[in-house]
Nanobody
Framework: QVRLVESGGGTVQAGDSLRLSCAAS???????????MGWFRQAPGKEREFVSS????????HYADSVKGRFTVSRDSNADTMYLLMNSLRPEDTAVYYC????????????????WGQGTQVTVSS
């Protein structure tokens, strides 16, 4: 079983930056290698949507068009912590941000991810 815990959310003004973290752990303590990870978000009254994803060795990344050039996804060398650096934040980035993981190739489809965190709130005021 995989446990994911997000942190780093908060309330900021438009144009500010935030860095989200997602710490992964397994019940058995085995390595988190070969797990792709992703960020998804859900704004009030909207469906959850893809934001960014990264493969297990951080070679391949994907971004939604709405965040491309502003957000950067990364993961540490142990592969068990993923980050999302969010620059030039806009009010439309306000949402609950979820971390997700899957053992296998990186994708942009939330249906492919079978492990999810509880989410962290990001609020951007104008």
């Amino acid at each position: 079983q995989v446990r994911l815990v997000e942190s780093g959310g908060g309330t900021v003004q438009a144009g500010d930056s935030l860095r989200l973290s997602c710490a992964a752990s397994t019940a058995s303590g085995h390595t988190f290698n070969y797990y792709a990870m992703g960020w998804f978000r859900q704004a009030p009254g909207k469906e959850r949507e893809f934001v960014s994803s990264i493969n297990w060795n951080a070679v391949t990344t994907h971004y939604a068009d709405s965040v491309k050039g502003r957000f950067t996804v990364s993961r540490d060398s142990n592969a068990d912590t993923m980050y999302l650096l969010m620059n030039s934040l806009r009010p439309e980035d306000t949402a609950v941000y979820y971390c997700a993981a899957r053992r296998g190739p990186v994708t942009t489809e939330q249906r492919d991810y079978n492990f999810w965190g509880q989410g962290t709130q990001v609020t951007v005021s104008s």
